[in-house]
Every structure is written in structure tokens, then in C-alpha cells.
């Protein structure tokens, strides 16, 4: 009996708090979101990890972040452990106003999502990183197979203003949305074996910045009023004639119902903080240590124990 209770808090990862107690409605799964970036998907199996050793039954659910919000809203899922300012702000905010998922609070990690180049490209395109450097260089961009002068900007498969902003900055450029994600890292080293010039979505905290020196473009500032006024700032006919936020938030989002059906979980969400650090190690299991998300979230839980561990409240133990 012992053995077998000892076997069940291996697999449901005890962290040395012996047996989890029983708490409401620990048969019902809870549905994290998983999307389409390493740190994500590792920090939700970090989330699940926890939740599992509370005695909780978890499921992962794979979803774009353009359907996560209606899942969200309608109880398909539960859990968000990631949202960005850069790219979710505006959707967050009205899920939230209209009741349908709750904040479940900040993350200390300060983000950043814009375009970026290897430092390489410096050298051929002196300005940089302003972005009117990228008006006088965008020949330098251009599609290997073109000969149209063109600038192309590679974007990952997530909803960005990037038609806009070359619009209204009047930048000669096209953007190449890439399907995956990982398809980014694909043109980034391909360029890179080669040092040609290549333009692309980054972010930070991310792998990339622990193998590849590099910077983003420095926009005009972010203001709430670009994306409103078209009067504001360089365009005076355009909106999106700035860059993205810097030193944006990064937050979680929950059901509007976890709390209710799930207390114990929900607090421990609400309790969940990473720093830059433990999200750049997040995605680098993966993308440099080839680990499985699965691994790394393990590896993880195991390298950061005290404080995961410290995120669930002691009434829950
Ligand atoms: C949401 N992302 C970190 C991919 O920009």
C-alpha cells in the first residue's frame, strides 16, 4: 500500500509534499492551452506538472492564440500561462471586460516582440537598428529568387499590424508570414550560414538571444494613440507608424469559472511568476538542448523546485 501510494506521487510528480490532498472536483480536467512557441508550451506543462501533483487531472489543449480566446471564454479551456502584450493586449483586454476570462494576474518577465536582425547586417546597412536605415536598405532584403528591390520581413503566425506599419512608414517591404513558428529559426540560421541580410519576427525573453547576437529595430515609440489616431506621429494619414511595446507585460489568463470549480488551482495559477531568466531557460531546453517539451517541463520543475512549489498555497498542500 505504502509502495503503491509512493508510485502515484512519483507520476503525479509530488514534490515531497507526501500525499496531495483531496480537493473539489479534482476528476474533472483542467484544460491548459498549449500555442505555437517553445516557452509556452513548456511553462503550460510546467503549470500542468503542479497541478498534477495537487492530485488534479490536467489535459493539454493545442490551439492558435487567435482560438484560444473563444475557447477561453467558453470553458473548452481553462488555463493561459502566457499572453503577451505585443501580440494579445487588445484581445485580452476585451475578454476580460466582457466577463467571459479573467486576468489571473502578472508575470515579473518584461517582454518584448519586434522586428530583428543579426548584428551582421549592420555592417551593410549602417543606421541600423533606426528604422528609417531600413528605407535606404531594402534592396538588401529582398527574396533570394526576386530582383524586385523589395524588402521581405519574415512574421510568425501571429496577428501583427506589420501590413500596416510598412504602410504607414512607407517602407518598401513585404512580409512573409511563415505557417510555424519554428519556420523563423529555419530562415534565421539559413541566412546566418551565409550572413545574408534577413529581417525577421523576434522576441525576447527567448533562445534566441543566448546563441545569436543580434537587435531589434528601434521603431517610433509605442503609444496607445497610434493605434487610434491616425494623426499621431510620422503618418499623418496612417495609423501603426510606430514599433510594438517595449518592457510589455506578460500575463495569464483563466475561464471565468476556474475559481469556482477549481480553487486550489486557480490560487496557484494567480501564485505562477517567472522572470526573463526562467522563460529564456524554458524555450532553450528545447531549442538549444533538444529536449522534448514533455523534458524540459520536468527538467524544469526540477531546477526551479522551491519556486514552483512556493506557488501553491499551503491550504492546498
Ligand atoms: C507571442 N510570441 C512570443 C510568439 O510573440
Known amino acids: 500500500m505504502v509502495i503503491r501510494l509512493l508510485m502515484l506521487c512519483v507520476m503525479l510528480m509530488c514534490a515531497g509534499n507526501g500525499v496531495a490532498k483531496a480537493l473539489p472536483n479534482q476528476d474533472k480536467p483542467i484544460r491548459i492551452v498549449t500555442n505555437n512557441w517553445t516557452s509556452q508550451i513548456v511553462l503550460a506543462k510546467v503549470a500542468g506538472g503542479l497541478f498534477a501533483s495537487m492530485g488534479y487531472q490536467v489535459e493539454y489543449v493545442p490551439t492558435s492564440t487567435a482560438d484560444q480566446w473563444g475557447a477561453l471564454r467558453h470553458g473548452a479551456a481553462h488555463v493561459q500561462v502566457e499572453v503577451w502584450e505585443g501580440t494579445m493586449s487588445d484581445m485580452f483586454s476585451r ?67 506589420d501590413a500596416a506599419r510598412i504602410r504607414a512608414l512607407g517602407l518598401n517591404f513585404r512580409v512573409n508570414v511563415l505557417k510555424n513558428g519554428d519556420d523563423l529559426w529555419v530562415q534565421l540560421k539559413a541566412a546566418a550560414k ?24 528601434e521603431f517610433p515609440d509605442h503609444a496607445p494613440a497610434c493605434e487610434t489616431d491616425p494623426s499621431w506621429g510620422v503618418s499623418k494619414e496612417f495609423l501603426y507608424d510606430c514599433g510594438n511595446p517595449k518592457g510589455g507585460w506578460l500575463k495569464k489568463a483563466a475561464w471565468s469559472g476556474m475559481e469556482a470549480q477549481w480553487q486550489c488551482a486557480f490560487r496557484t495559477l494567480k501564485n505562477m511568476n517567472v522572470d526573463n531568466i526562467h522563460i529564456a531557460s524554458a524555450a532553450a531546453l528545447v531549442d538549444v538542448d533538444n529536449l522534448t517539451h514533455d523534458q524540459a517541463a520536468a527538467r524544469w520543475l526540477e531546477e ?14
Open 194 to 217: 551565409v550572413q545574408r541580410p534577413i529581417v525577421l519576427f523576434n522576441w525576447t525573453p527567448n533562445w534566441v538571444e543566448s546563441r545569436f547576437e543580434g537587435r531589434f529595430i
Open 304 to 317: 526551479n523546485n522551491a519556486l514552483s512549489n512556493s506557488w501553491i498555497p499551503a491550504d492546498c498542500l
Open 95 to 161: 475578454m476580460v471586460n466582457s466577463g467571459g476570462m479573467v486576468d489571473a494576474g502578472t508575470h515579473d518577465a518584461k517582454t518584448r516582440e519586434e522586428w530583428w536582425y543579426p548584428a551582421y547586417v549592420e555592417d551593410v546597412c549602417p543606421g541600423l537598428p533606426d528604422w528609417k536605415a531600413l528605407k535606404a536598405c531594402a534592396a538588401l532584403f529582398q527574396a533570394p529568387d526576386m530582383n524586385d528591390g523589395v524588402g521581405v520581413y519574415f512574421a510568425g503566425p501571429w496577428e501583427k499590424p
